[in-house]
């Protein structure tokens, strides 16, 4: 199984700021079968970055996904208050099991 | 609006066994392939099982295989969970969600577009 890292475990920054988060795979992920998912508290996770790169409807372009093979990034350009939240990586290569990452947390400075 | 709806939560004895729904309404449920994903309270997302469409391709964890069994009624649009021989470590809220999204006239499976509000299972004596 693909076992992701992700960096930093937190991630403190003043809103206007820019977030670059890795996530790294223990194996090629193919096909940069990669999503990114934003979660609050107390909310369920939203899809925001499949395929390594494309955006999901209704994802505000400041948001970006990157990468191929095993290193990932998720880049925010500009935080608005509204982005303070967790960030989760997932891979979903072929077939199950299909791990998350631990988890970045991005907290305003 | 797509929704999806968790229920069958609670305070559940350890050995125990529980049955989780999950009611899916405003997208073809019989269409998409679907997931169970809990979250430890203050832990990460870890995904538990996967169901496709017909029901014949499923897949498990290791830390729920032998013990959690994924179902699915598509004339009911329900998604359903059964958890047996329940422990401590499966404390955890537990979120339905979908396992496929589409764009551009392509789809993905996998990845986890429409996702429930979340149930609460508790394990303690």
């Known amino acids: 199984e693909i076992v992701l890292t992700q960096s930093p475990g937190t991630l403190s920054l003043s809103p206007g700021e820019r977030a670059t988060l890795s996530c790294r795979a223990s194996q090629s992920v193919s096909s940069s079968f990669l999503a990114w998912y934003q979660q609050k508290p107390g909310q369920a996770p939203r899809l925001l970055i499949y395929g390594a790169s494309s955006r999901a409807t209704g994802i505000p372009d400041r948001f970006s996904g990157s990468g191929s093979g095993t290193d990932f990034t998720l880049t925010i350009s500009r935080l608005e208050p509204e982005d303070f939240a967790v960030y989760y990586c997932q891979q979903y290569v072929i077939s199950p099991p299909w791990m998350f990452g631990q988890g970045t947390k991005v907290e305003i400075k | 609006e797509v929704q999806l709806v968790e229920s069958g939560g609670g305070l559940v004895q350890p050995g125990g066994s529980l049955r989780l729904s999950c009611a899916a309404s405003?997208?073809?449920?019989?269409?998409?392939?679907m997931n169970w994903v809990r979250q430890a309270p203050g832990k990460g997302l870890e995904w538990i099982s996967y169901i496709s469409t017909s029901g014949t391709s499923i897949y498990y964890a290791d830390s729920v295989k032998g013990r959690f069994t994924i179902s699915r009624d598509n004339a009911k649009n329900s998604l359903y969970l059964q958890m047996n021989s329940l422990s401590a470590e499966d404390t955890a809220v537990y979120y339905c969600?979908?396992?496929?999204?589409?764009?551009?006239?392509?789809?993905?499976?996998?990845?986890?577009?429409?996702w429930g509000q979340g149930t609460l299972v508790t394990v303690s004596s």
């Open positions: 969600a979908s396992a496929r999204y589409c764009s551009g006239g392509k789809c993905y499976i996998g990845v986890a577009d429409y």
């Open positions: 405003g997208f073809t449920f019989s269409s998409y392939e």
